[in-house]
């Protein structure tokens, strides 16, 4: 392809340069035999002297400006283009002069040219061929040659005029690659009426397979890195399940405020398990055919697995927010209002989530654009998604904030008073600052884990926001068409896949960059297991075994029956 659109310019300047220098030119008129514009001449053209079409056809040929080559270019490009180069090329005959071999020559127009200029620039730009624009104010090429200064291009009325004799274009017109290279498939026309299977990611009769993203990164590069973090998301399922059983099933768990740890586990729970439905089959999950990328209109998985993501974060940051006010209650104004107002936290924590969630679905938002789960879309994600989360999470933390300020200034204030001094030698209001201080120490041994885990999933939240907002979009369609052709145009060359993905990454998300985002987020249910886990809760399931145990071998029967004698 480089050597044919290299050449197109310099046949294109041997071919004109046969041509005369004024309109009264010597030479004959012939009508035009060629093939290469067959479709665009049918007059009489003016040849130089001792030179036929075949002459002229044989050399653009053999230059490689041939039927195939210009094929290359798109439908837009291809006809003002071989308009512009025939039309320069077989300038038209009108009448002889009177004088033996002597002809009137019209030669082309720049409204042509102008049009080849607006239709093929992009292109060539695109493709490193700047050289092939035409330059409509400078001389026809090759005119030079037998006019001081050269002939300009001519303007409308007294120009030849060439149109397309037909609508139909050489055999694969349009197809940049001539065939699709790999890793990009050819368009299965799927949609309706027989066209394209998408607009989006096909172009001139090729597609890059679904799941598009991972055709622009290093082969394998992807698929390795979200293997890694469905891994890392699978066992947060796993711990995630077995904190929230321990504080479900557990008697010394089941209380305030371990029962927020409870919802909040349950949350973090179903963030995690959404994992269940790419493990089964990822590329079912991201795709809805060899093309198109699933949605919840063409896949139901994908509308079930994002409608219960989008409801677990927003649950997890709903109960979140609850533990982190609970702290701050309890510690600053020592206050146990949550735990009088259960029905308050309830309401608002599935509430909430649930109304979020079913504007997600009601707007058709949910689709797959991102590592292996269906979320909201890029378009709508802040205002659906990261908007209502950010609504909580953000006063949330700094609450969280406020709630440290005033651990920090009683921390202060108990070192610099002593404590051994006997309460009965103190004011009663002094009584009540070390009393305060003391409850405020107490809190910080309690709930220094439910602090913890409020940070640990604030962070992770705001990270992958940080990132969906600044770095995924670079991934649109849209904005990777300049790119994408570039990258086809690396491949057909002959460089290898990862050579001309190296040429597109920097207007790509960095990879390291896309892994982390997932892996921080997927990981949430293992950091929040090792933030509560305590060996007590190895020794609570482990005489809860025993007792289930002892019960179904119905030795617990029997103690019960001899205990009647003894407990009275």
């Not at 409204?111 to 093929?120: D, K, L, R």
């Not at 079912?284 to 989008?310: E, F, R, W, Y």
Request: with cysteine; aromatic share 12%.
């Amino acid at each position: 392809m480089t050597r044919v659109f290299s050449k197109v310019a310099a046949v294109a300047t041997l071919a004109l340069g046969l041509v005369g220098s004024t309109t009264e030119a010597l030479g004959s008129s012939a009508p035009y035999t060629g093939t290469l514009c067959k479709n665009f001449v049918d007059y009489d053209v003016w040849l130089p002297p001792n030179t036929t079409v075949a002459a002229i056809e044989g050399y653009l040929g053999t230059e490689g400006l041939t039927a195939n080559s210009v094929s290359q270019l798109t439908d837009a490009c291809y006809t003002p283009f071989m308009e512009y180069v025939c039309s320069s090329a077989y300038p038209r005959v009108t009448a002889a002069t009177g004088q033996n071999n002597t002809y009137n020559v019209i030669f082309a127009c720049k409204s042509t040219c102008q049009s080849a200029v607006a239709q093929c620039s992009e292109f060539f730009t695109i493709f490193n061929m700047t050289s092939l624009i035409p330059q409509c104010d400078s001389p026809i090429p090759g005119t030079t040659a037998y006019e001081q200064g050269g002939i300009s291009f001519q303007p409308d009325g007294a120009c030849n005029v060439v149109d397309a004799l037909t609508d139909a274009g050489p055999a694969g017109s349009g197809n940049l690659t001539a065939s699709c290279t790999y890793p990009f498939i050819d368009d299965p026309m799927t949609g309706p009426g027989g066209t394209t299977a998408s607009t989006q990611y096909c172009m001139n009769k090729c597609c890059i397979p679904c799941p598009a993203q991972y055709v622009l990164y290093r082969e394998g590069a992807l698929e390795t890195g979200y293997q890694i973090t469905n891994a890392i998301r699978a066992v947060s399922m796993v711990l995630g399940f077995i904190l929230m059983m321990s504080y479900l099933v557990l008697d010394d768990k089941r209380s305030h405020p371990s029962a927020l740890i409870l919802f909040f586990s349950i949350g973090i729970f179903l963030f995690s398990a959404v994992i269940i439905f790419p493990l089964v089959n990822t590329r079912a999950m991201q795709c809805h055919d060899a093309v198109n990328p699933s949605t919840q209109q063409n896949n139901l998985k994908c509308a079930i697995q994002g409608a219960i993501l989008v409801f677990a974060s927003i649950a997890t940051c709903a109960w979140c927010t609850i533990l982190i006010l609970n702290l701050h209650l309890h510690t600053v104004w020592n206050s146990s209002w949550f735990a009088k107002k259960y029905w308050v936290c309830h309401l608002f924590c599935w509430g909430y989530p649930t109304a979020v969630t079913a504007v997600a679905l009601g707007m058709g938002e949910i689709k797959w654009e991102y590592a292996t789960l269906c979320l909201v879309s890029q378009e709508k994600s802040s205002q659906i998604f990261f908007y209502p989360m950010a609504a909580m999470i953000f006063p949330a933390f700094l609450i969280h904030i406020a709630t440290f300020i005033h651990i920090i200034r009683i921390s202060i204030m108990s070192s610099e008073d002593s404590e051994t001094m006997s309460r009965s030698t103190l004011s009663a209001g002094a009584a009540a600052v070390i009393s305060h201080r003391r409850h405020v120490m107490m809190a910080i041994r309690i709930q220094w884990r439910a602090a913890l885990m409020a940070i640990t999933a604030i962070c992770a939240v705001m990270m992958y926001w940080l990132f969906y907002f600044i770095q995924l979009r670079k991934i649109s369609p849209a904005e990777l068409q300049k790119q994408i052709l570039s990258f086809v145009y690396c491949l057909k060359v002959g460089h290898s896949h990862d050579t001309c993905v190296d040429g597109i990454a920097p207007y790509l998300p960095p990879y390291g960059l896309m892994i982390a985002a997932e892996a921080v987020v997927s990981a949430i249910g293992i950091s929040i297991f090792f933030v509560f886990f305590r060996p007590s809760i190895v020794s609570e399931w482990r005489e809860k075994f025993a007792t289930l145990g002892y019960w179904i071998t119905g030795r617990g029967k029997l103690k019960k029956e001899q205990d009647q004698f003894f407990v009275i």
